[in-house]
């Protein structure tokens, strides 16, 4: 057990629906990582949140947003889905937003958009 | 782009030495991590490298050439529980973006 926890484990919804997929850092942890892992994209960067700001952006689409909130915990806001939103979403949190520091996953959202 | 390039798959003895090599992009590189997963789970870290060199800890170690674009995983003593997927990925600079390889499906056999 990392220490991250995320909800829900399943999500099933269909295309055109808006879901949310929170994440509950490691206690101490002030960095936040999203990660969309799809069978034909891999494992790809989203974002990253420290300490509540928003530090670095990857490869989030512009339907897709998050957030930090004042307790660290994290929330993606995914909308208008679409079938190639079908993947599993893992959020990691480190103690610092350095990058050089150990990141700890959690076991990931399964999102399926039917 | 900033390709990173890996094997698809390997196969190894159980006891045996195995390698797993990532080429990447070396403009804007700002450290290399190595991440262990295997299917269906999370992404365990095993390994960041910012300095040429190889750096161990306990059967992995990992070893980087900033030059070449270059760095391997290397595992000892293999145990089939070391079957899974190796992700290279490479953090890069301009908005600290970490981008990951496809992986390499280890198995270890018998």
Redesign the interface.
Known sequence: D?GVTQTPKHLITATGQRVTLRCSPRSGDLSVYWYQQSLDQ????LI?YYNGEE?????ILERFSAQQFPDLHSELNLSSLELGDSALY?CASSVTGG??T???????TRLTVV | GQNIDQPTEMTATEGAIVQINCTYQTSGF??LFWYQQHAG?????LS?N?LDGLEEKGRFSSFLSRSKGYSYLLLKELQMKDSASY?C?V?YTG?????????TRLFVKA
């Open positions: 990392s891999g494992l790809q960067f990253q530090r670095a952006k990857g490869n893992f990058w050089d150990e990141a700890f996953f959690g076991q990931g | 700002n450290g789970e999370a992404p365990t870290f960041y910012v992700l990925a953090l908005g600290f973006k970490t981008i990951f390889g496809a992986g």
